[in-house]
């Protein structure tokens, strides 16, 4: 296993596509790089939940541009790479995975014959209760279970193609509706500050001075403005000032400077806020 | 960007209905823009050390038309004004101004 965090890419027809996580260890190893992501998981049999959601974990496209970019992950994509990944499997490996299961299916059984064992002491009943061998043992064959795993076993571990990768990367860039948010995004990671989306208070993103377990957000981030060009829209500074002194707080404008150099200069904030008179 | 015909508005805003004091307008060097300053009656902010001299862009809000107020307008105005926020005083067509704090960079929420 890599230490890089594979982000499945489901694409559709006429965007980039949306990124998910489905690695628990993957997603702890993105908490740590400041990045907590939407958990977006229900049971098939409870498709209405909405709280308590499990895997898979979904990226904004701007996060996952970010891990790539920087090298902390991978783009896994469409059918190919399950079919390459099932096409490299070797006898061997069958033969482990089977094992794999037989333990598994051994440790269940001894597990649940001393369950059962312990079950019938508490009653004060004989341990043998008198039913045929043959019943106990289908039984138990019948309620030993096959976990599912979450994540594949074998896709992270198929060699990546650099350009392929790339060619993803564009793709999934290309999608982004404003251009400049992935500035804007970069700039405000810089400056070490947690980054969800933002729509639920009226912005683009809504940015944690840390783990949002820990802290409140401070910031409603508008979408990118072009530095030169785009004029501020009052109407817009008037309604998002009030509706962030209400949830206190700032509203955030970002203007980008494609043609800077230096990455840090390359986005300009100004924080706005209600002057409480007026 | 030109905001001479709302000046005397926003500043007999400041003066008469938000009661300023030293309330005064002054044009700009570096663009073609009017500000005003002004002391407020008390202060504006819990993290406000002291009463002192505050800024106001008067900008007009049109509904149908973009204003001219871009960020790049808005940098050389604190360059020139080397301050710490800038008020922007939007003025409504139907003469009501309503005042906005704008902080140069990433600012924390104020105090309640």
């Known amino acids: ?278 | 960007m030109n905001n001479s015909s709302i000046v005397s508005l926003v500043k007999a805003n400041l003066a008469q209905q938000q009661l300023w004091d030293f309330v005064e307008e002054s044009q700009l060097n570096d663009l073609d823009a009017w500000v005003i300053s002004g002391v407020p009656p008390h202060k504006l902010s819990n993290d406000d050390k002291d009463l002192e001299r505050e800024w106001i862009l008067p900008v007009d809000l049109k509904q149908y038309s973009a204003s001219d107020l871009t960020l790049e307008i808005a940098d050389k105005l604190f360059a020139e004004l080397i301050c710490r926020r800038i008020i922007l005083g939007i003025a409504n067509d139907d003469g009501t101004v309503v005042y906005y704090f704008m902080y140069k960079g990433l600012h924390k929420p104020k105090k309640n």
Not at chain 1, 118 to 128: M, T, V
Not at chain 1, 235 to 259: C, D, H, I
């Open chain 1, 1 to 278: 296993m890599s230490d890089r965090v594979a982000i499945s890419l489901v694409q559709g027809h006429s965007h980039g596509g949306v990124a998910l996580v489905f690695d628990i260890d993957d997603i702890r190893i993105l908490r740590n790089l400041g990045i907590a992501g939407i958990l977006a998981g229900t049971l098939p049999s409870a498709t209405q939940q909405n709280a308590f959601l499990s895997v898979p974990l979904r990226l904004m496209t701007e996060e996952a541009l970010w891990l790539v970019e920087k090298g902390a992950a991978y783009f896994v994509t469409g059918p190919e790479s399950v079919t390459s990944a099932a096409n490299a499997v070797t006898p061997q490996d069958m033969l482990q995975t089977r094992q794999k299961l037989e333990l598994s299916f051994a440790e269940q059984r001894e597990f649940k014959q001393q369950e059962h064992v312990e079950k019938l002491r508490q009653l004060g009943l004989p341990s043998d209760d008198g039913q045929s061998p043959t019943t106990k043992s289908l039984l138990l064959e019948s309620s030993l279970f096959i976990e599912t795993p979450n994540s594949s076993a074998l896709v992270p571990n198929q060699p990546q193609d650099p350009a392929r990768q790339k060619l993803l990367w564009k793709q999934l860039r290309d999608a982004c509706k404003n251009q400049g948010d992935y500035h804007v995004y970069k700039a405000l990671r810089q400056q070490e500050y947690f980054l969800s989306p933002g729509a639920r208070f009226g912005g683009r993103f809504i940015a944690y001075p840390g783990d949002p377990l820990r802290y409140h957000s401070h910031m409603t981030v508008q979408p990118a403005l072009d530095y030169s060009r785009d004029s501020l829209d009052l109407l817009q500074v008037v309604s998002g000032g009030r509706l962030g002194t209400g949830v206190k707080k700032l509203w955030v404008v970002a203007g980008v400077k494609p043609e800077a150099e230096d990455p840090s200069e390359q986005v300009s904030f100004f924080s706005i806020e209600w002057a409480a008179f007026g």
